[in-house]
């Protein structure tokens, strides 16, 4: 029987891997002009860590995480977002000592067990940042414009920023007991999951992704209308700097984000004209994560991860084009025993100097060589037999233009050098 890919994942295979590198180097790119520098940490994590980093009231501890354990009994998860880890690391490794912000990218496989469907895989790919160490919202401001930058960047337009505040435990320390009070009232009419999440985190019916739920919550206090005084200059000052760089956006007071950990500032990121599984871009500010997690206090944070899979659909709905750029500079057609033996110092000889080459490794005929040079999109030919070796000189083809011209072999890379 034939052995299929687990569910809900998928192959990058070359006719979609060229798009993933061009999406991945223009995200490296930018990072660095930012500022940005690169973090990886490992794929796997302590199951605790996303317990107490993402926070054990949410869809993704609750009930998606890829959870096991090891043969030493100890419990592993594949980690299902990025922020966890970074964070961890940032603490472990003593980043806190640098000079300050520290600003991070990542590009990681995510995994969360999820119905698979059109943008939702079992593992995914998320691009991210993280900016830590200020808690001042110019780092929220300068984070959510290279989000927008990088998006424009690759040619999407058609997108907006949903903006909120989701407080800090001093405004929602009264908030929550005002949305306890509103939803002991409501207690009949919600399902199962918000009942239980109803008096340990509120916040976290207003994300239920249940349309009765919704329905029955339509005037839930929301906690953009109660903040405190310090989250609302945050949140008015984050809106000034936004402003200043032209950057429009909506306020969305019922974002209120996936995770737990977030404070402040929430944003999304939506691309219009991608139905149910529109946010490209997910972020906010975490300031206590590092806390949380067993760092120093006083280590906050911002940041926000897009969704890869989400991005590719994004730019197929927008017809945005990512030119295939890796075409082969030349193709040595050999005739004779001989010739292929030579072939192989030619070819290093290309190489060496940058240029990209291919030889026939199937035997093939001189016809089938060139139907082959063809269909690798060959920019260029030359053919070399037992003549072309014994004169030095060969026929090099230009396959886009037909045009030809006689050259000689020991000269080829210098030729093409001025062809290319
Ligand atoms: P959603 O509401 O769509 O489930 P989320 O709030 O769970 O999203 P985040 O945890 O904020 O998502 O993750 C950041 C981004 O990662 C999302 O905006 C989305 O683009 C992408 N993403 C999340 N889950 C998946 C998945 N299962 N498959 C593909 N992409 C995903
Ligand atoms: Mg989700």
Known sequence: MQIKAPRGTKDIIPSESYKWNYLESKFRKICSLYGYEEIRTPIFENTELFQRGVGDTTDIVQKEMYSFKDRGDRSITLKPEGTAGVIRAFIENKMYADAQPT???????????????????RQFHQFGIEAIGSDTPSLDAEVIELAMQYLKEIGLDNLSVSLNSVGCPVCRKAYNEKLRNYLKEKAEVLCDLCNERREKNPMRVIDCKNEA????????????????????????????????????????????????????TAFEIIANGLGSQSTVCGGGRYDGLVEDIGGP???????????????MLTLEANNVEIEKTNRQDIFIVTIGDMAKLKSFAILKELRDNNISADKDHLD?????????????????????????????????????????????ISELVKELKKEL
């Open 103 to 121: 600003k991070l990218f990542y590009m990681i496989p995510c995994f969360r067990y999820e119905r698979p469907q059109s943008g939702r895989q």
């Open 213 to 264: 739920c919704q329905e029955n919550i339509e005037d839930i206090p929301l906690i953009a209308d109660n903040l405190c005084s310090d989250c609302q200059i945050h949140f008015d000052t984050l809106k000034k700097y936004l402003d200043e760089m032209n950057i429009s956006y909506e306020i969305d007071k019922k974002i209120v984000r996936g995770l737990d950990y977030y404070k402040r």
């Open 297 to 311: 206090a006083g280590n906050s944070g911002i940041g926000f991860a897009m969704g890869a899979e989400r991005l």
């Open 364 to 408: 093939r005929s001189v016809k089938a060589q060139f139907k082959y040079a063809n269909k690798i999109q060959a920019k260029y030919t030359v053919v070399i037999g037992d003549d072309e070796l014994e004169n030095n000189q060969a026929a090099l083809k230009n396959m886009e233009t037909g045009e030809q011209k006689e050259i000689k």
